[in-house]
């Protein structure tokens, strides 16, 4: 079975634009996290949506966005990109709502500049 | 406010010898608790969970040990291999939070041949 994937790998922004990150979990799993990890504040929780539904969602601004489809693939996307947003995003899936045990992509590289 | 915090950010063991990370938490919420594994650029990798209800959780060389009264989890990898060498991620989770995992900020282990 194949693993969750997130497109793209690596991706350079300049400060203002927005970005949209893609994440498409394995097979069969209807739940999607984001995190963003970065050397300041290690991994941290974005949102989770689980049936196109965000259930929850972490401490940041409202530049941050997601949403999930009907096949539960999911997107992220940042707007008026800072300086700060530059990160690694990872995606993680589960195969129900409360399954605790999440299985993370590779994740994406953005730098802005 | 931390409320998952791995306190020691490195640790250095020779090959064949016992490896022990430490994790502490704050949220008594928290009722689920697990260790992940990551290399670079990749994502992290699920090794092992506990339940609050359990002290002891087994699987091949990886044992994690919960102690709710002093908010403290630990994992033991023994024998350690030249392939543990990896940052080791804990994690917690309370139940009514579903999916979302509140991560500590890493323990990069270097095992030593």
């Known amino acids: 079975k194949a693993g969750v994937t997130q497109t793209p790998r690596y991706l350079i922004k300049t400060r203002g634009q927005q970005v949209t990150l893609s994440c498409s979990p394995i097979?069969?799993?209807?739940?999607v996290s984001w995190y963003q990890q970065t050397p300041g504040q290690g991994l941290q929780f974005l949102f989770e949506?689980?049936?196109?539904?965000?259930?929850n969602k972490g401490n940041f601004p409202g530049r941050f966005s997601g949403r999930q489809f009907s096949n539960s693939r999911s997107e992220m996307n940042v707007s008026t990109l800072e300086l700060g947003d530059s990160a690694l995003y990872l995606c993680?899936?589960?195969?129900?709502?409360?399954?605790?045990?999440?299985?993370f992509g590779p994740g994406t590289r953005l730098t802005v500049t | 406010d931390q409320q998952v915090k791995q306190n020691s950010p490195s640790l250095s063991v020779q090959e064949g010898r016992i490896s022990i990370l430490n994790c502490d938490y704050t949220?008594?919420?928290?009722?689920?608790f697990l260790w992940y594994k990551k290399y670079p650029a990749e994502g992290p990798t699920f090794l092992i969970s506990?339940?609050?209800?359990?002290d002891k959780n087994e699987d091949g060389r990886f044992t994690v040990f919960l102690n709710k009264s002093a908010k403290h989890l630990s994992l033991h990898i023994v024998p350690s291999q030249p392939g543990d060498s990896a940052v080791y991620f804990c994690?917690?989770?309370?139940?009514?939070?579903?999916?979302?995992?509140?991560f500590g900020g890493g323990t990069r282990v270097l095992v030593k041949p």
């Open positions: 506990i339940s609050s209800i359990k």
């Open positions: 993680a899936s589960s195969l129900i709502d409360i399954s605790y045990e999440q299985y």
């Open positions: 994690a917690a989770s309370a139940g009514a939070a579903g999916n979302k995992l509140t």
């Open positions: 949220n008594s919420m928290f009722d689920y």
């Open positions: 949506y689980f049936s196109e539904t965000q259930r």
């Open positions: 097979s069969g799993h209807r739940s």
